[in-house]
């Protein structure tokens, strides 16, 4: 590792009044929260212990994590949940840390393999290139000239859509790649990025990144597979979406997708004069075909059409699925044991990927595990199949506190009711009867915003129960009146898609400026499209949290009803009866600590520097009448209250008397 310091840096000296951050920006003023943060993770690491450290926004968290984890010596993994946070850090706190601080380290931004090219791939794709559209094959030369010269192999570089169906047999994927024994390893991209991270100080990584990783080192063999090299400590930024990030990784899934790759492959993995091609081609052929029969079947028998989110596997309903899925297993055991016995490498790694994906239709199929929730969803044309941990703590017990001394959990919403026992124990922070796995310390830091002189908080309770047919209706009208008063410059965020469409659909005729609704182009896309002139954005799920747009393009906030999960939802009902089955409250213990957090999170979109003013306007008259709803009032910022649009209209023309 490349770290040299001088012996003589602090935390204090470094981000402390005078010291060397103030030095380096003469407009930079001292946030005694930033130093307060600071002292407790370099405790931490002197101590190799565990935090839980919540930083209001504007705090200065990553600037607090990022000193004292180049100080410590030590190679820090830093995993964040959005792109954009993973940006930040490594292309703007990172150098200012290098350049204008002079701290002397190395660092490396890493993505998941499926975001480099793959050149063995690549060069079989070149020989037979096939596209979703034609739209697609007119990017097709760029690709190819860029293949020549990229040195580093991401996608990002491209301008492609982001729906480019090609790119996924143009890059590798931990299914596909073949490791050491491609020939082509040593020119590999991700082989180079892992030896970058190999001398690296510092990694910088995102949550889905961390737990494939994780997930492969806990697999046997398969080590060599995962990208990151051996690490001592971990800083989760953003670790309130930790859960569901890890839920995913510690599991199973199988897809069509999944399937049509594998058929793909074994067709691509020998040329058409091997005497073995007509028999792979054929065994190919008929996984291909067993898996669009069972998947074109599935949607309809499990309940998937129309449905939004997972539905659960009922028992009745895979038993009307047994025939196809036999098939299909059967199908792939056939191609698992053909190319078992043979030496090439892509068709060892179609040994395994049959063998593993038959193993997994086995597991979906019999449910009997009852640490898992067994589940089915629809996205598009993908149909899918998933098992996930009801609870994560065991595994990550299992499979990453034995192996660091030191890990940093931070967000700007990680504590309950004050308290950060919710997040501890589905962190696993603590075992079955208790009892703390590692030294375990907690901080809470303040933001440092007035919110009481820079935000309203807008309750209306003439608008029916969410739960009342003809409410969306009623918070439609309501949301037409808000955006009178803000001038537009609203978010309007929802809980459920349908909810944002009708809203969308009754609205977006009515409101006199640029109207936007998720999913109709990029994120990032719609995000600059906002700031570019007074508009309302429509918009559910990705949108509650890591977006920033600091300034007057967003001076309105409201949220239709408040984030409880849906009981619906497979893992959210099997997560309850969990609790249930233990004699706990999953209300008080589960459903309830989950929605204020979610609440804060969407609340913190308003208010980014010192310098906004907004208003949110929560559209959800339990958080008033209902005995609960002092627990979400008590979670929010002390933002000035307001109950009348009269009362709204005066506090954003600058009349609060």
């Not at 239709?361 to 629809?378: G, I």
């Not at 967000?411 to 208790?434: H, N, P, V």
């Not at 409410?471 to 037409?480: K, P, R, Y």
Request: hydrophobic share 40%; glycine share 8%.
């Amino acid at each position: 590792m490349a770290l040299t310091l001088v012996r003589s840096f602090n935390v204090d000296n470094l981000l402390g009044p005078g010291g060397a951050l103030q030095a380096a920006l003469p407009a930079y003023e001292h946030r005694p929260e930033q130093l307060q943060m600071a002292r407790a993770v370099e405790r931490a690491f002197n101590e190799r212990s565990y935090l839980l450290a919540e930083a209001g926004t504007g705090t200065g968290k990553t600037l607090a994590y990022l000193v004292p984890a180049l100080l410590s010596g030590r190679r820090v993994v830093v995993s964040t949940a959005t792109k954009t946070l993973q940006d930040q850090i490594f292309f703007k706190d990172l150098p200012l840390l290098r350049d204008r601080m002079d701290l002397k380290f190395e660092a490396a931004y890493l993505k998941g393999r499926g975001n480099y090219l793959c050149l063995q791939r690549f060069n079989a794709f070149t020989k037979d290139p096939t596209f979703g559209s034609r739209e697609e094959v007119g990017y097709w030369p760029m690709i190819q000239t860029w293949a020549g010269r990229t040195e580093t192999g991401d996608r990002a570089e491209l301008e492609l859509p982001e729906n480019f169906s090609a790119w996924s047999r143009l890059s590798a994927t931990a299914d596909t790649c073949v490791g050491t024994k491609c020939p082509l390893y040593e020119n590999c991209f991700v082989t180079r990025m892992r030896r970058e991270a190999e001398s690296a100080d510092l990694l910088v990584v995102n949550h889905h990144l961390f737990f494939a990783d994780l997930s492969l080192r806990g697999a046997g063999g398969r080590r060599n597979e995962g990208v990151l090299p051996l690490y001592e400590s971990v800083i989760f930024d953003e670790a309130h979406a930790l859960e569901d990030a890890a839920s995913g990784y510690f599991g199973c899934s199988v897809s069509n997708h999944r399937l049509e790759e594998l058929s793909r492959d074994a067709v691509a993995s020998l040329p058409e004069t091997d005497s073995r091609f007509t028999t792979v081609r054929a065994l190919a052929a008929r996984v291909r075909t067993h898996a669009e029969v069972f998947f074109t079947q599935a949607p309809r028998v499990l309940g998937l059409a129309g449905a939004e989110g997972g539905v659960a596997l009922k028992a009745d309903r895979m038993a009307q699925l047994a025939n196809p899925m036999e098939q299909l297993r059967q199908g792939l055991l056939a191609l698992g044991s053909f190319t078992a016995s043979e030496r090439e490498p892509e068709l060892l790694a179609l040994a395994r990927r049959s063998g593993e994906m038959a193993e997994e239709l086995t597991f979906l199929e019999k449910a009997e595990s009852s640490d898992h929730v067994y589940w089915a969803e629809q996205r598009g044309r993908g149909v899918f199949l998933r098992a996930s941990p009801i609870d994560v703590a065991k595994e990550l017990r299992g499979r990453l506190y034995g192996g660091v001394d030191t890990v940093v959990f931070t967000s700007a919403t990680m504590a309950a009711d004050g308290r950060f026992d919710y997040f501890a124990r589905r962190m696993g922070l603590y075992d079955d009867e208790g009892v703390p796995v590692a030294e375990v310390r907690t901080l809470a830091v303040a933001s440092p915003f007035d919110f009481e002189q820079q935000a309203a908080l807008y309750l209306p309770t003439h608008l029916p129960d969410p739960a009342v047919p003809g409410f969306i209706e009623a918070a439609s009208e309501e949301i037409l009146r808000l955006c009178e008063v803000s001038g537009g410059r609203a978010f309007v965020l929802f809980t459920s898609l349908r909810n944002m469409e009708r809203a969308h659909e009754l609205t977006k005729n009515r409101l006199p400026y640029q109207v936007l609704k998720q999913g109709e182009r990029p994120k990032q896309q719609l995000l600059e499209a906002f700031r570019e002139m007074p508009s309302v954005l429509f918009a559910a799920h990705s949108f509650w949290e890591g977006v920033d747009v600091p300034g007057d393009a967003l001076s309105l906030l409201i949220i239709d009803r408040l984030p409880f999960a849906s009981p619906g939802d497979p893992l959210v009902a099997a997560r309850i009866r969990q609790l249930e089955s233990r004699g706990e409250e999953a209300f008080e213990q589960y459903q309830l600590p989950q929605a204020t957090l979610a609440l804060r999170q969407g609340f913190g979109r308003l208010i980014r520097t010192q310098q906004d003013r907004g208003a949110v306007a929560l559209l959800d008259r339990r958080i008033v009448t209902k005995p609960y709803g002092r627990a979400f009032l008590e979670s929010l910022p002390k933002a000035r209250r307001v109950d009348s649009m009269d009362e709204l209209q005066d506090w954003f023309h600058g009349d609060t008397n």
